[in-house]
C-alpha cells in the first residue's frame, strides 16, 4: 500500500464556497487562495450566496469560474433551489472537493457535498464563542459530517480538539499567508498627517467590541502624557467608530488621534506606522498582524490565539496579557525610548513573516492538504468497514449533551 498522498498528473478540481465575496478577511483568503492555486495541482471553483463585491471582481478577472448559490435563508425555498444548482454544479464539473470557508457555507455546503459523495472541508477560522449560539450547535453536526477541518492556527485546533471534542487528526492546519509583492517594509514612509510624529501607533482593524480597541486608547493616552508628539492611527469601520472617537475625546487626546476608514489595500498606511498593536480579546490567526509584519512594524499584541506562533516576545515584537491596559502602555513607553529595540524587532518580525508565512507557502499548504483528503477518502472507501478505524464520529447521545451545555451557558 502506497505511504503517502499519490502525486496526480491532472489537476485536483475544488469548489470553495463563501456566503460574500467583498471586503473581509475571509473573502480576501479565498481570492488570494483561488489566484494562486494553477501553480500547485489545483484547479479552483469559486461559489458564493450573494454576487458581487470587490474580490468576486478579482476572482472574475483572473477568469476563474464563479457560481452564484442564491440562497437567501436556510427557512426559505431559497435554500432548496440553492442546494439544486450546487449539486448541478459538482457532478457537472466532476469537482472533486469542496471547501466551505465560512459558518453560512459549512452549515449549506458540508451536508450537500456528503450525499453528493464528494469529500469535504469545512472551516473554523475564529473562536466558536463568537458565533450564535444556533449555528454553534449546528457546527457540532458539521464537524462530524466534514471530511475535516480547516483551521488557520494551531490555536483553533487546540480549542476544537479540547472544547468541541473534535479528533485531532480530523483537523487540517493552514496558517494565512500575505502577499510580499504587496506587503514589505520597502519605502516606509509618514503619512502627511503624520509628519513630525515622534512615534507613531496603529492598527487596522473591523472597528467591533473583540478587537478592544479602546484597551489601545486608554494605554495610549498613558503614553502621551510622557510623549506629547506621539501618534495614534486607527484605520477600519465598524459600530464602535463613534463610542471610540468620544472615548479619545474623553481623554483629551483626540488631537493626538487620526481615524481612517476601512481601505482595500492598507499596505501604504501600515508603513507609516513604527508599532502595530493588536489588543484583541479574541483571534485567531490575524491577517492585519501578519501584514503589518511583513511591512516592517513592530508587533505588540495580546497573548490569545495564534498570536504567539507570530510573534516571539521580546524577540520580534512583545505580548501582553489580553486586557492589561497597565502592561501595553509601559511596553509602549518603553519602546518609544528605545527606538534601537523597536527596530531590531520590527526587522527580525519582518524577515520571519517573509521566510515562513507567504502566501505561495499558504498555498502550497492548503494544496497538500487537498492531496491528503483525497488519498485519506480513498483509503476509507478502500477499507470501508462497519466501523472505521479512527472515525471521529461522536456518538449521538455525546452530541446531544454537548448542545444542551452550549444553550444552558447561553441562558446562564
Not at 494562486?36 to 476572482?59: D, K, L, M, T
Request: glycine share 6%; proline share 6%; aromatic share 6%.
Amino acid at each position: 500500500m502506497s505511504q503517502g498522498p499519490p502525486i496526480s498528473q491532472n489537476p485536483i478540481r475544488v469548489l470553495i464556497l463563501a456566503r460574500v465575496l467583498d471586503v473581509g478577511g475571509i473573502e480576501r483568503d479565498v481570492s488570494k487562495f483561488a489566484r494562486r492555486f494553477s501553480r500547485y495541482g489545483v484547479e479552483p471553483h469559486v461559489a458564493c450566496f450573494n454576487p458581487g463585491g470587490a474580490r468576486w471582481q478579482e476572482i472574475k478577472n483572473a477568469g476563474l469560474p464563479l457560481l452564484t448559490v442564491p440562497v437567501r435563508s436556510f427557512k426559505s425555498k431559497s435554500a432548496f433551489d440553492g442546494a439544486r444548482i450546487l449539486r448541478r454544479y459538482l457532478a457537472e464539473n466532476r469537482i472533486d472537493i469542496v471547501h466551505a470557508f465560512d459558518v453560512p457555507a459549512d452549515i449549506f455546503g458540508v451536508p450537500i457535498a456528503r450525499l453528493s459523495r464528494i469529500p469535504v472541508l469545512s472551516s473554523q477560522l475564529c473562536y466558536r464563542g463568537l458565533c450564535s449560539i444556533g449555528a454553534r450547535v449546528l457546527m457540532l453536526v458539521i464537524d462530524r459530517l466534514a471530511t475535516g477541518v480547516f483551521v488557520n492556527c494551531e490555536a483553533i485546533a487546540n480549542h476544537l480538539e479540547a472544547d468541541w471534542m473534535v479528533e485531532r487528526n480530523h483537523i487540517y492546519v493552514c496558517h494565512n499567508g500575505f502577499e510580499p509583492e504587496e506587503f514589505n517594509p520597502d519605502s516606509r514612509k509618514r503619512l502627511p498627517e503624520l509628519e513630525g510624529a515622534s512615534v507613531v501607533i496603529g492598527t487596522v482593524a473591523l472597528l467591533r467590541p473583540e478587537k478592544n480597541l479602546g484597551l489601545l486608547i486608554d494605554a495610549f493616552e498613558k503614553l502621551s502624557r510622557f510623549d506629547p508628539k506621539a501618534r495614534l492611527l486607527i484605520v477600519g469601520s465598524g459600530p464602535m467608530e463613534e463610542s471610540l472617537k468620544s472615548q479619545a475625546a474623553n481623554h483629551g487626546i483626540s488631537q493626538a488621534c487620526v481615524f481612517r476608514e476601512a481601505v482595500d489595500k492598507p499596505a501604504n498606511i501600515m508603513r507609516s506606522m513604527d508599532i502595530f498593536v493588536l489588543p484583541s480579546k479574541s483571534e485567531a490567526f490575524s491577517n492585519s498582524l501578519l501584514e503589518a509584519m511583513a511591512c516592517g512594524c513592530c508587533p505588540v499584541a495580546s497573548r490569545i490565539g495564534g498570536t504567539p506562533e507570530m510573534v516571539s516576545d521580546g524577540e520580534s515584537g512583545r505580548l501582553f496579557d489580553s486586557g492589561d491596559t497597565e502592561k501595553l502602555a509601559e511596553i509602549l513607553i518603553n519602546l518609544s525610548k528605545s527606538p534601537r529595540d523597536m527596530k531590531r524587532m520590527a526587522e527580525t518580525a519582518s524577515s520571519f513573516v517573509h521566510a515562513h508565512f507567504t502566501i505561495d507557502q499558504a498555498t502550497r499548504r492548503l494544496a497538500n492538504i487537498y492531496k491528503k483528503l483525497l488519498y485519506r477518502n480513498g483509503l476509507e472507501k478502500e477499507e470501508a468497514q462497519p466501523k472505521q478505524a479512527g472515525s471521529s464520529v461522536m456518538p449521538e447521545e455525546r452530541v446531544k449533551t454537548r448542545a444542551d451545555e452550549i444553550i444552558a451557558s447561553n441562558r446562564s
